[in-house]
């Protein structure tokens, strides 16, 4: 039960649809922000990825049998 209904105030039809779409927007901007926050922690992630393939090179290059002029 809505706190609207708990005090005895009914919402028309129209301000319900005023409200649903106040809200949708709210979580369409929120979801847009979460996209964002996702696709700047792929970002990261993807360099650790690059960073970890140049390691793995470097350190088997510098073993004996790799490549030694790094």
Sequence with gaps: MSAMKKIGIEETAEEKVTRLEQENYLLLGSMMEMSSYIAMQEQGLGDQENAIME???LIAMSLPG???DV
């Design 55 to 57: 390691l793995s090179t």
């Design 66 to 68: 790799g490549e030694s």
